[in-house]
Nanobody, 121 residues
Framework: VQLQASGGGLVQPGGSLRLSCAAS????????MGWFRQAPGKEREFVAR????????YYADSVKGRFTISGDNAKNTVYLQMNSLKAEDTAVYYC???????????????WGQGTLVTVSS
């Protein structure tokens, strides 16, 4: 599985961004797809995860109600819609694919290259 993340940028507090993660590989829909982020000087943290076919989602408390993860099977792409962005959302965002329904980054075998999101006025 190969993953390509995109969509990051500079946005003002309260604004929105949509991140995309394009996946390739014949069996990518069998994986759990996750978004993680890493702010400067901090450890990588879980943001959201998604399971294909049954469209089950799960979110970190810090983003619940503001972020939405979804997938488009026809486009082989997973999205992270981010609304009501805050300065503390500033980080490099990574998409990942793994075999287990978990928030632990160590369980995800495949990673995209990361896309920077900066929330600032």
């Amino acid at each position: 599985v190969q993953l390509q993340a995109s969509g990051g940028g500079l946005v003002q507090p309260g604004g929105s961004l949509r991140l995309s993660c394009a996946a390739s590989g014949r069996t990518f829909t069998t994986y759990v797809m996750g978004w993680f982020r890493q702010a400067p000087g901090k450890e990588r943290e879980f943001v959201a995860r998604f399971r294909w076919r049954i469209n089950v989602t799960y979110y970190a408390d810090s983003v619940k109600g503001r972020f939405t993860i979804s997938g488009d099977n026809a486009k082989n792409t997973v999205y992270l819609q981010m609304n009501s962005l805050k300065a503390e959302d500033t980080a490099v965002y990574y998409c990942a694919a793994g075999s287990y329904w978990t928030s632990s980054s160590t369980a995800y075998a495949y990673w995209g290259q990361g896309t920077l999101v900066t929330v600032s006025s």
